[in-house]
């Protein structure tokens, strides 16, 4: 899936720094849009209260009191923080969804889908690679 041309985003670095910042698995991941294998990450076992951060910019996306079990193999959470991410369509793998990435950054995090708990009824389900938790953090509009 082609990034679209028009995004602008405030974090805009070239592939060689991007590189020199993220473990190969994250600029796979963040930059060319992969995916990584189911059940590889441990913070899909996280239960610890915190916020979830951008693994390329630092930017929080998610608030530990949103994750939830989805019994996926990813990290999930029902509803990411105000304003953290954009959502595109992507058609790839023959198949249409919503790809979610960091609206500070760009970097590809998951996708979202309409199968999570309430109250939100959707499934963020993200690469555990692409986020950074910091335990004990409170989510910005809580602060």
Known sequence: MARNENETFEVDLGEDEWRRRLTPEQFRVLR???T????????DREKRTGV???AGCDLPLFASS???DSGTGWPSFWQPLPGAVREREDRSWFMTRTEVHCRRCGG???HVFDDGPRPTGLRYCMN???LAFKPGEAPPETR
């Open 32 to 34: 060319e849009e992969g």
């Open 36 to 43: 990584e294998r189911a059940g590889s990450s441990p913070l």
């Open 52 to 54: 979830f951060h951008c």
């Open 108 to 110: 590809h995090l998951g």
């Open 128 to 130: 555990g690679v692409s």
């Open 66 to 68: 949103t994750k939830f």
